[in-house]
């Protein structure tokens, strides 16, 4: 008995030993430039329409590349790029906003960080005021799936801007595709108790307004509530 329960042992020592600690996942990257919220100056006039802007960042722990993601504001058109450096130089278009972000990756782990994700505004010619980034939608999320039930729900959002001058929102909401204005120049970043229906897809967008006359569209979300 003695000698099977030492065996036993044995083999669990064995199995122990055997086994890997599991590759550390990638650190987060901390963003650099071009500068959070802010005009992008910096960049190379390369045509009337477009610059060369640069990236960079500060490297992360456990990481051999690096996705950087850019998406245009306007268009929500994203590319990604990926690279072993931590900078990079991109092509955008001039007077446009956008937003990036960095996600760090490691050639033993299949786990990928992502970091903060900044907008700024590519400069333009002529441009002495920028108009707002377009409003980020936070809730209910594109597409979501409400469940049987609901009769109330809250809409939010976030606004932001280089001159950080927003005066108000105009949000627009109802089941067309192309909603009606639905509350009009409030500041507030969110409307509650919004009445919905079951069985019911609902569209919604947020307009905003800076003090300059200036606007932006956040660009047409959707949900559903199930029957």
Known sequence: MMKRILSAVAILVIVSCG?????????IATLSAPLKDQPCLTGTVLSATESSVSFSWNAS???????LTITNLLTKAATTQTTSATSATVKLL????YS????SKSNKSSVVTKSDTWK??????????YAPFPAEITAPAFGAVLSAGTTKVNLTWKGS?????????????????????????????????V??????????????????????DSGTYNFFVQK
Do not use: E
Request: proline share 8%; no cysteine; hydrophobic share 30%.
């Open 19 to 27: 086994k890997k600690a599991p590759a550390p996942a990638p650190g």
């Open 61 to 67: 722990s456990n990481t051999n590349q690096y996705d």
């Open 120 to 129: 700024f505004y590519n400069a333009g010619p002529g441009v002495v005021t």
């Open 94 to 97: 001039r007077n446009t906003p």
């Open 195 to 216: 009445t919905v229906g079951a069985n019911t897809t609902y569209y919604w967008r947020v307009v905003t307004i800076d003090a300059n006359g200036n606007i932006s």
């Open 161 to 193: 801007s280089v001159s950080s001058n927003i005066v108000a929102y105009d949000v627009y909401f109802g089941p067309s595709g192309n909603p009606d204005l639905f509350r009009n120049h409030i500041t507030d970043t969110f409307v509650n108790d």
């Open 100 to 103: 990036w972000y960095i996600g």
